[in-house]
T-cell receptor, first 114, second 112 residues
Framework: DAGITQSPRHKVTETGTPVTLRCHQT?????MYWYRQDPGHGLRLIHY???????DKGEVSDGYSVSRSKTEDFLLTLESATSSQTSVYFC?????????????FGQGTRLTVV | GDSVTQMEGPVTLSEEAFLTINCTYT??????LFWYVQYPGEGLQLLLK?????DKGSNKGFEATYRKETTSFHLEKGSVQVSDSAVYFC???????????FGTGTSLTVIP
């Protein structure tokens, strides 16, 4: 299994509070991704990173920010959590971005905003 | 734009039944196609992949053939087991971007 650790695995937070989710990898892969998984929507890309300090937005980036200060860590921050951000969040990594290279996923973080 | 359309679920089958989960795609260029599986409470795992037209990916008794003429990558298994109960995602990797594109997932339940 690819060395990807997400923390925390579960979190309950109140509306309006900031929340940070962490993704840590031991594979030295350049590319890292944050997805959210919701019923009927599958996985939707929030943000991704193509190197240290290099990030870009995905299709559902509003309300989220990311940072990557080291190759191994990719942080997702909800600046002010809302109930619509209740979801399961997955981190993924890829070694290269040619079309043949698969992504490896973490175990997920279940976030509930009350 | 690039996208994946996956058969709606949920799907319920009896053990040893034949499984097909449909997946079609839209893409420019020469994409690769993937099937991922998600067991309850876990992340996604790569099940199989195909990187060019007419390639067949296979793993754990599952198969899928990359059909360029019908833009499809349907997942099949001849005899499902209870342990195959999971959510299955079709995904597309393109040569032009950084992203993977996922289908909405199909939940499979296999009953004894």
């Amino acid at each position: 299994d690819a060395g990807i650790t997400q923390s925390p695995r579960h979190k309950v937070t109140e509306t309006g509070t900031p929340v940070t989710l962490r993704c840590h990898q031991t594979e030295n892969h350049r590319y890292m991704y944050w997805y959210r998984q919701d019923p009927g929507h599958g996985l939707r890309l929030i943000h991704y990173s193509y190197g240290v300090k290099d990030t870009d937005k995905g299709e559902v980036s509003d309300g989220y920010s990311v940072s990557r200060s080291k190759t191994e860590d990719f942080l997702l921050t909800l600046e002010s959590a809302t109930s619509s951000q209740t979801s399961v969040y997955f981190c993924a990594i890829r070694d290269r971005v040619d079309q043949n290279t698969e992504a490896f996923f973490g175990q997920g973080t279940r976030l509930t905003v009350v | 734009g690039d996208s994946v359309t996956q058969m709606e679920g949920p799907v319920t089958l009896s053990e040893e039944a034949f499984l097909t989960i449909n997946c079609t795609y839209t893409a420019t260029g020469y994409p690769s196609l993937f099937w991922y599986v998600q067991y309850p409470g876990e992340g996604l795992q790569l099940l199989l992949k195909a990187t060019k037209a007419d390639d067949k990916g296979s793993n754990k008794g599952f198969e899928a053939t990359y059909r360029k003429e019908t833009t499809s990558f349907h997942l099949e298994k001849g005899s499902v087991q209870v342990s195959d109960s999971a959510v299955y995602f079709c995904a597309l990797g393109t040569s032009t971007g950084n992203q993977f594109y996922f289908g909405t997932g199909t939940s499979l339940t296999v009953i004894p």
